[in-house]
Every structure is written in structure tokens, then in C-alpha cells.
């Protein structure tokens, strides 16, 4: 014959295996196949250094401290990156409130009610009056009552997870904190990137400037020797005119320059939380330098990019979702137990005969429902197959700014060097017809023309120099900025 232990030990077994019984699919992230390398990284070198964003701050690389100092300001005072923060505390509360669904529900009571009671008697009085009048009889009170009732106990309910309804909603719930997480870490990598590129677009602004200050001082002493050259008869008054046509043209510029400065300085300053009236940022010159990173591999990119994390873990999120759906089929059992005390006095309420208590399982099941728990399995895996093409397309969208992104560099890295050879010819050929000019050989046109030549040829090398700096930060931004999906763990 089984002894007790024995029997102890298969009911133990079998409920060890219904708790640990979560119905719907288990979660495995859709392989995703990607190349092995990047289309546009050939032909070009990333510089050295290369390791710069795996050791800390990712703007760093760019040794600037004015821009440092800036980025410092994105976690602290940044409103978008706040918001965000706080979609995160949001999504860990509902972790915490998922998993106290593991444990049971106790409630504590206590109360006092007052009642009153009227007893009523016959009597003699008026009971209306007819033609001839009359008298008859009424109810009139003669004794009231009054009682006092206390009460004070515990009760308390647990819902078992049989099926794993609720461990699939604490899954779930976790992917979607874990999601906010990356949302997070995008919201910040976003605005640092946005603030590195108004930066650097502000110092190309400052550089602009320093060009117009010295095409227009250069057009300046040309319109001094036109006008020297007409007071001894040697020029035309045309000239005299063309030069103060060409010198007012460029002055305008110049004074032009400070609206789109202003409006970046600005921007800047709500990127790192200041008020503009309170914000500046002295003027200096667009760094030579432009340092870049290796895009290394792009199976690497689904794991060091936070939207691509982010999508995902809405995929893991919502998978989670379907159990929850399918767990609806199965009956749910709960325990509930309640010890009440009850009585007329409160100096001998808790005595054993004023006790009532209760306790008891209870098994619920749904018998119909006209197709609806049907229904939400399917919308629940509805909703994970467009989480998974939603997570595909973000990552081909991130192979795609990174594959953008390195064309660039490439392509601006050749045509920088030719803009420079460029700057160098204009100048000279500036020069040249100036002195020309001054010894009669050639017209003021001529002069006119080289200056504009030098500007056109200024303005383009400034913005090849510009959009270097502007696609090396989107590089790092597509790259991640040297985050990693290991973060969410």
C-alpha cells in the first residue's frame, strides 16, 4: 500500500507542474539575415582613433569642450529626454503592479454602525373630519430604540496562475518597460546628435561670417583704387558704380549672417533646457579635423541601436499578449478566506462567539461567449506579426542611414580635397586680376568676377567642411552612439 509521504509527493509534483504552465507561443526573436558588410564602406578609411564611443561619451571623439559642456546639459535639463525618463518609471510601475498578481490580496476591516428603531402604538386622536366631524384613531410612536454594531476582521483572495495569465502579463509588461527603456536611449542619442549638428552648423555660421568680413574688406579697397583710378581719368564712373553695386551686395551678407546664427544659438538653447535670453555661445571657427568611427558589420547594428531595440521588445511584448488571450479559454481558480468578528459591544468583540469566518477555492469558466476570447487571440496575433514587419522595417531603415551615411563621408572626403585645391586657385586668380586691373590690362569685370569666384569657391568648401561634420555625427547616431541592447538586461 503508498504510504501518505508518497501521495504528498505526487500532489506536490502535479501542482509544481500546473503552476509552472504558461499557455501561448514562447518568444524567439524572427531571424533577420543581413550582409556581411556594408555596401559603401569600400574605399574608404575611418581615422584613427576608432574606439572613441566605447569609451565614453561619443562626442568626445570630436575634442571640442564647448561642445562637451553642452551635451552634459542633455540629461539634466533636456525635456524630451525627461518625458522619457518618466515613460520609463511609468513602465516599471506596471512591472511592479503585474507581478503582485503572484501573491495573494489581504484586507483588514474594521467599522462601527449606529441604528435606531421606533415602536408604534394605537391612540386616540383626530382622524379627519367629515360633514358632521368625528374623531377615530392613529398610530403614535411610544418607545425608540437605538443599538450599536462593531465589526473587525481579515479576508483575503489569491488568484493562482494555472495557465500563466499573469506570468505572461508581468512578460509582457517587462518587454514594454524594456522597450520604453530603448525609447529612452533614443529620445537621448536623438538629442545629443541634434545638438552636435546645430552646433557644428552655428561654427560654420561663424566661419561664414569671417568669409563676408573679408570679402567685403577686400571689395572695400577694391572700390578705393576704382575710385582713385576715376579721380586721375583712367576709369570709368561705370566702375566706380559696379564696385559700391558689389561691395553693398556682399555687406548684405554679412549682416544677414546673424539671423540664421541667432536661430541656432537659440536652438541650441533649447536642446540643453536654458532660456535663449539667457544663453550664448562665443564665436570660434569650424574644426579641420573630422574624426569618424568604423561601421563595423551590420549584424552588429540590431543590437547597438535603441529603436531597433525598442521595436524588438514591443515584438517580445506583444507575443507575451498572445498567452494572455489564449489563457482566457482555460478555467481560473482562486482562494478566498475570511475571519469576521461581530457584535453589540466593542469591549468583548473579538471572542470566539462572536466569530464568523469562511474559506474555499473557486473555479470559473467561461461557457459562452459568442467568439469573443476567439476574436482577441486573433487581434493578439495580429498584433505581434505587425510588431514583427514593424521591427524588419526599422532595421532595414538603420541599414539604410548607415549605408547612406558612409556614401556620404566617402564622396565628401574626395570633393573636400578638390574645394580646397579650389579656394587656393580662386585666390590667386583674385589677386592676379586685381593687379591687372591696377595696370590697365583688364576690365573691372574682370575683377568683379574673381571675387565672386573666391566667395562661391569659399562658401562651397565651407559647406563640403560642414556637411562632413553634420553626416560623421549621423554616422554614429545610425551606429547607435555606442549604446548597447545589453543596457536593457
Same mark, same amino acid.
Given at each position: 500500500?503508498?504510504?501518505?509521504?508518497?501521495?504528498?509527493?505526487?500532489?506536490?509534483?502535479?501542482? /509544481?507542474?500546473?503552476? %509552472?504552465?504558461?499557455?501561448?507561443? !514562447?518568444?524567439?526573436?524572427?531571424?533577420?539575415?543581413?550582409?556581411?558588410?556594408?555596401?559603401? =564602406?569600400?574605399?574608404?578609411?575611418?581615422?584613427?582613433?576608432?574606439?572613441?564611443?566605447?569609451?565614453?561619451?561619443?562626442?568626445?571623439?570630436? @575634442?571640442?569642450?564647448?561642445?562637451?559642456?553642452?551635451?552634459?546639459?542633455?540629461?539634466?535639463?533636456?525635456?524630451?529626454?525627461?518625458?522619457?525618463?518618466?515613460?520609463?518609471? #511609468?513602465?516599471?510601475?506596471?512591472?511592479?503592479?503585474?507581478?503582485?498578481?503572484?501573491?495573494?490580496?489581504?484586507?483588514?476591516?474594521?467599522?462601527? $454602525?449606529?441604528?435606531?428603531?421606533?415602536?408604534?402604538?394605537?391612540?386616540?386622536?383626530?382622524?379627519?373630519?367629515?360633514? &358632521?366631524?368625528?374623531?377615530?384613531?392613529?398610530?403614535?410612536?411610544?418607545?425608540?430604540?437605538?443599538? @450599536?454594531?462593531?465589526?473587525?476582521?481579515?479576508?483575503?483572495?489569491? $488568484?493562482? +496562475?494555472?495557465?500563466?495569465?499573469?506570468?505572461?502579463?508581468?512578460?509582457?509588461?517587462?518587454?514594454?518597460?524594456?522597450?520604453?527603456?530603448?525609447?529612452?536611449?533614443?529620445?537621448?542619442?536623438?538629442?545629443?546628435?541634434?545638438?552636435?549638428?546645430?552646433?557644428?552648423?552655428?561654427?560654420?555660421?561663424?566661419?561664414?561670417?569671417?568669409?563676408?568680413? +573679408?570679402?567685403?574688406?577686400? $571689395?572695400?579697397?577694391?572700390?578705393?583704387?576704382? #575710385?582713385?583710378?576715376?579721380?586721375?581719368?583712367?576709369?570709368?564712373?561705370?566702375?566706380?558704380?559696379?564696385?559700391?553695386? $558689389?561691395?553693398?551686395?556682399?555687406?548684405?551678407?554679412?549682416?544677414?549672417? &546673424?539671423?540664421?546664427?541667432?536661430?541656432?544659438?537659440?536652438?541650441?538653447?533649447?536642446?540643453?533646457?536654458?532660456?535663449?535670453?539667457?544663453?550664448?555661445?562665443?564665436?570660434?571657427?569650424?574644426? *579641420?579635423?573630422?574624426?569618424?568611427?568604423?561601421?563595423?558589420?551590420?549584424?552588429?547594428?540590431?543590437?547597438?541601436?535603441?529603436?531597433?531595440?525598442?521595436?524588438?521588445? *514591443?515584438?517580445?511584448?506583444?507575443?507575451?499578449?498572445? %498567452?494572455?488571450?489564449?489563457?482566457?479559454?482555460?478555467?481560473?481558480?482562486?482562494?478566498?478566506?475570511?475571519?469576521?468578528?461581530?457584535?453589540?459591544?466593542?469591549?468583548?468583540?473579538?471572542?470566539?462567539?462572536?466569530?464568523?469566518?469562511?474559506?474555499?477555492?473557486?473555479?470559473?469558466?467561461?461557457?459562452? +461567449?459568442?467568439?469573443?476570447?476567439?476574436?482577441?487571440?486573433?487581434?493578439?496575433?495580429?498584433?505581434?506579426?505587425? @510588431?514583427?514587419? !514593424?521591427?524588419?522595417?526599422?532595421?532595414?531603415?538603420?541599414?539604410?542611414?548607415?549605408?547612406?551615411?558612409?556614401?556620404?563621408?566617402?564622396? /565628401?572626403?574626395?570633393? &573636400?580635397?578638390?574645394?580646397?585645391?579650389?579656394?587656393?586657385?580662386?585666390?590667386?586668380?583674385?589677386?592676379?586680376?586685381?593687379?591687372?586691373?591696377?595696370?590697365?590690362?583688364?576690365?573691372?569685370?574682370?575683377?568683379?568676377?574673381? =571675387?565672386?569666384?573666391?566667395? @562661391?569657391?569659399?562658401?562651397?568648401? /565651407?559647406?563640403? #567642411?560642414? !556637411?562632413?561634420?553634420?553626416?560623421?555625427? &549621423?554616422?554614429?547616431?545610425?551606429?547607435?552612439?555606442?549604446?548597447?541592447?545589453?543596457?536593457?538586461?
Amino acid at each position: 500500500m503508498r504510504s501518505p509521504a508518497w501521495r504528498g509527493r505526487v500532489v506536490g509534483c502535479a501542482a /509544481l507542474l500546473l503552476c %509552472g504552465c504558461a499557455v501561448g507561443p !514562447n518568444y524567439h526573436r524572427p531571424p533577420f539575415e543581413t550582409t556581411a558588410s556594408y555596401k559603401e =564602406q569600400d574605399g574608404w578609411k575611418p581615422s584613427e582613433p576608432a574606439d572613441a564611443i566605447d569609451r565614453g561619451p561619443w562626442w568626445q571623439i570630436f @575634442n571640442d569642450p564647448v561642445l562637451d559642456e553642452l551635451e552634459r546639459h542633455i540629461d539634466i535639463s533636456n525635456q524630451n529626454v525627461l518625458a522619457a525618463a518618466a515613460a520609463v518609471e #511609468q513602465a516599471q510601475g506596471l512591472v511592479r503592479q503585474a507581478e503582485a498578481g503572484f501573491w495573494p490580496t489581504i484586507s483588514g476591516t474594521f467599522g462601527w $454602525q449606529r441604528s435606531g428603531e421606533g415602536a408604534y402604538s394605537s391612540g386616540l386622536g383626530i382622524s379627519g373630519l367629515g360633514a &358632521a366631524g368625528g374623531t377615530g384613531t392613529s398610530l403614535v410612536p411610544s418607545v425608540h430604540s437605538t443599538n @450599536n454594531y462593531y465589526s473587525a476582521g481579515v479576508s483575503g483572495s489569491w $488568484q493562482l +496562475d494555472i495557465w500563466g495569465q499573469i506570468r505572461r502579463t508581468v512578460e509582457s509588461d517587462r518587454a514594454n518597460a524594456q522597450a520604453s527603456a530603448a525609447a529612452l536611449a533614443s529620445a537621448r542619442l536623438s538629442a545629443q546628435a541634434q545638438l552636435a549638428t546645430d552646433y557644428f552648423e552655428l561654427r560654420a555660421q561663424d566661419d561664414l561670417q569671417a568669409i563676408f568680413d +573679408d570679402i567685403v574688406k577686400a $571689395q572695400e579697397q577694391s572700390l578705393k583704387i576704382t #575710385q582713385s583710378r576715376f579721380r586721375v581719368g583712367v576709369a570709368y564712373k561705370a566702375d566706380v558704380v559696379n564696385a559700391q553695386t $558689389q561691395l553693398l551686395s556682399s555687406q548684405a551678407q554679412q549682416v544677414n549672417n &546673424a539671423i540664421q546664427r541667432g536661430v541656432l544659438e537659440h536652438a541650441l538653447a533649447v536642446l540643453t533646457g536654458a532660456q535663449p535670453a539667457s544663453f550664448s555661445v562665443k564665436m570660434a571657427s569650424l574644426a *579641420k579635423q573630422i574624426p569618424t568611427v568604423p561601421p563595423g558589420v551590420p549584424s552588429t547594428l540590431l543590437e547597438r541601436r535603441p529603436d531597433v531595440a525598442e521595436a524588438e521588445r *514591443k515584438m517580445a511584448a506583444a507575443n507575451a499578449q498572445i %498567452g494572455v488571450a489564449v489563457s482566457a479559454f482555460f478555467p481560473s481558480l482562486s482562494l478566498s478566506a475570511d475571519d469576521q468578528y461581530e457584535s453589540t459591544k466593542l469591549g468583548n468583540l473579538i471572542r470566539t462567539a462572536n466569530r464568523i469566518w469562511s474559506f474555499g477555492p473557486q473555479l470559473a469558466e467561461t461557457l459562452f +461567449d459568442a467568439g469573443a476570447r476567439r476574436a482577441e487571440v486573433a487581434q493578439a496575433r495580429a498584433a505581434y506579426n505587425a @510588431n514583427v514587419d !514593424n521591427y524588419r522595417e526599422t532595421v532595414l531603415a538603420g541599414l539604410q542611414q548607415v549605408e547612406d551615411e558612409l556614401i556620404t563621408l566617402r564622396v /565628401l572626403e574626395k570633393q &573636400a580635397v578638390i574645394e580646397e585645391a579650389l579656394v587656393k586657385a580662386a585666390r590667386e586668380a583674385e589677386s592676379l586680376t586685381l593687379n591687372q586691373y591696377k595696370s590697365g590690362t583688364v576690365p573691372y569685370s574682370s575683377v568683379i568676377t574673381a =571675387q565672386t569666384t573666391r566667395l @562661391n569657391a569659399e562658401e562651397t568648401a /565651407l559647406s563640403v #567642411q560642414l !556637411n562632413r561634420f553634420t553626416a560623421s555625427v &549621423a554616422l554614429i547616431e545610425a551606429l547607435g552612439g555606442g549604446w548597447d541592447a545589453r543596457q536593457l538586461r
